[in-house]
């Protein structure tokens, strides 16, 4: 598709302290897009804590850097083999390559921290952030599509997408491929509709965040049938992807949480 946006050309008298010329990444741009429009939603509805900008993004910046930590290490875990011992490789893959439930599995207890330290309500808050995870998902999904990366496997059907691009990661060019990047974004609106509609009726502090837990882990074990980026990693003989495997602990977990904190008003 478009991996780089546009290509910005620093002026000669700046060429010495700046490269001659500046790429804009689609997948940077949409993740920065993201994280504002996140931002903006945050602020939104944490106002009934009395956060205010400065107070959240002290929290937002200690996520990114949770975030990235995750992603990147769980990415690197994926295809241990091939980046263990091999710093070159290691230093080439730092600008891209990201696992979302590592990000995930890593901001959670970043942000219970933080919040316990701000002395704020963790389940009402947490029902905010149900919001906000498919918000910024949805546009790293943008990200990903526009720059090749996390595509399916080779389509024969009228959804099939082809990437052309010389600079795309996709792994197959010029052949028609499951636009695997659009199936977890429908999976992330679907989950918003869904979590619309049963905050109406809401019966414990916390339940929307474990739907959305939920609801994304059968969503992405789904979208991995189709996923074609064979160096992610599979257990058990290949009967599932490592993705895989994380959404059934993820959902078996938010299952017992559940029954606890439904038990639990708060």
Same mark, same amino acid.
């Given at each position: 598709?478009?991996?780089?946006?546009?290509?910005?050309?620093?002026?000669?008298?700046?060429?010495?302290?700046?490269?001659?010329?500046?790429?804009?990444?689609?997948?940077?741009?949409? *993740?920065?897009?993201?994280?504002?429009?996140?931002?903006?939603?945050?602020?939104?509805?944490?106002?009934?804590?009395?956060?205010?900008?400065?107070?959240?993004?002290?929290?937002?910046?200690?996520?990114?850097?949770?975030?990235?930590?995750?992603?990147?290490?769980?990415?690197?875990?994926?295809? *241990?083999?091939?980046?263990?011992?091999?710093?070159?490789?290691?230093?080439?893959?730092?600008?891209?390559?990201?696992?979302?439930?590592?990000?995930?599995?890593?901001?959670?207890?970043?942000?219970?921290?933080?919040?316990?330290?701000?002395?704020?309500?963790?389940?009402?808050?947490?029902?905010?952030?149900?919001?906000?995870?498919?918000?910024?998902?949805?546009?790293?999904?943008?990200?990903?599509?526009?720059?090749?990366?996390?595509?399916?496997?080779?389509?024969?059907?009228?959804?099939?997408?082809?990437?052309?691009?010389?600079?795309?990661?996709?792994?197959?060019?010029?052949?028609?491929?499951?636009?695997?990047?659009?199936?977890? *974004?429908?999976?992330?609106?679907?989950?918003?509709?869904?979590?619309?509609?049963?905050?109406?009726?809401?019966?414990?502090?916390?339940?929307?965040?474990? *739907?959305?837990?939920?609801?994304?882990?059968?969503?992405?074990?789904?979208?991995?049938?189709?996923?074609?980026?064979?160096?992610?990693?599979?257990?058990?003989?290949?009967?599932?992807?490592?993705?895989?495997?994380?959404?059934?602990?993820?959902?078996?977990?938010?299952?017992?949480?559940?029954?606890?904190?439904?038990?639990?008003?708060?």
């Amino acid at each position: 598709m478009f991996p780089r946006l546009v290509t910005l050309n620093i002026p000669e008298f700046l060429q010495g302290f700046l490269p001659a010329s500046i790429a804009l990444h689609s997948y940077g741009v949409m *993740i920065a897009l993201g994280i504002l429009a996140s931002f903006y939603i945050t602020l939104r509805k944490s106002e009934k804590f009395g956060l205010d900008a400065d107070r959240l993004s002290g929290m937002f910046i200690w996520v990114i850097v949770a975030a990235f930590v995750g992603g990147k290490l769980f990415f690197f875990l994926e295809d *241990i083999e091939k980046y263990w011992g091999n710093y070159t490789v290691i230093k080439g893959a730092m600008g891209g390559g990201f696992v979302f439930y590592g990000s995930l599995i890593f901001a959670i207890p970043t942000i219970v921290w933080w919040l316990r330290k701000e002395k704020i309500p963790v389940r009402p808050f947490l029902d905010i952030l149900a919001f906000v995870g498919p918000v910024v998902h949805s546009f790293g999904r943008v990200g990903c599509f526009l720059a090749g990366c996390c595509h399916g496997k080779v389509c024969n059907s009228w959804m099939g997408v082809t990437f052309t691009h010389p600079d795309s990661l996709a792994a197959f060019k010029n052949t028609a491929l499951y636009p695997t990047q659009l199936f977890d *974004i429908a999976v992330n609106l679907a989950i918003l509709t869904v979590l619309f509609f049963v905050q109406k009726k809401q019966k414990f502090s916390g339940q929307l965040f474990l *739907i959305y837990l939920m609801m994304y882990g059968v969503g992405r074990s789904i979208v991995e049938i189709y996923r074609g980026d064979e160096a992610r990693g599979f257990l058990f003989g290949g009967a599932v992807s490592h993705s895989q495997f994380i959404a059934v602990c993820i959902i078996v977990i938010s299952v017992v949480v559940w029954r606890r904190w439904s038990k639990v008003r708060s």
